[in-house]
């Protein structure tokens, strides 16, 4: 069973900087690499919004708008590993994050199935 594990949520200030990862593991059929991956998040009353995707098929990025520019995913493939990197953060950015894995989805755009594996999300709190 694939799980899902992120880190490094907190809080920082406006203009800060701060680091989530997140670690898969559970393979069975796909490895790490095959996995459409990315990073959402939901703020209070909001829909749920893709963050940072990284495609599965080759390894295209995408960042929703409002991030582009401030916010890095990486992957660290020897380690299972997803990171974002937020940086010039702003109170907009305040919100749970979450970590998604995704063993057929194409992650293109942060479109992901529903054999989803998510983690149980890290909060990010940005004070003005």
């Known amino acids: 069973e694939v799980q899902v594990v992120e880190s490094g949520g907190g809080t920082a200030q406006a203009g800060g900087s701060l680091r989530l990862s997140c670690v898969v593991s559970?393979?069975?059929?796909?490895?790490?690499?095959?996995?459409?991956i990315g990073w959402f998040r939901q703020a209070p009353g909001k829909e749920r919004e893709g963050v940072a995707c990284i495609s599965s098929s080759d390894r295209s990025i995408y960042y929703t708008d409002s991030v582009k520019g401030r916010f890095t995913i990486s992957t660290e493939n020897a380690k299972n590993t997803v990171n974002l990197q937020m940086t010039g953060l702003n109170a907009e950015d305040s919100a749970i994050y979450y970590c998604?894995?995704?063993?057929?989805?194409?992650?293109?755009?942060?479109?992901?199935?529903?054999?989803?594996?998510w983690g149980q999300g890290t909060q990010v709190t940005v004070s003005s």
């Open positions: 559970g393979f069975s059929r796909y490895r790490f690499d095959e996995y459409a």
């Open positions: 998604a894995a995704d063993p057929i989805g194409s992650g293109l755009k942060c479109r992901l199935s529903v054999r989803t594996t």
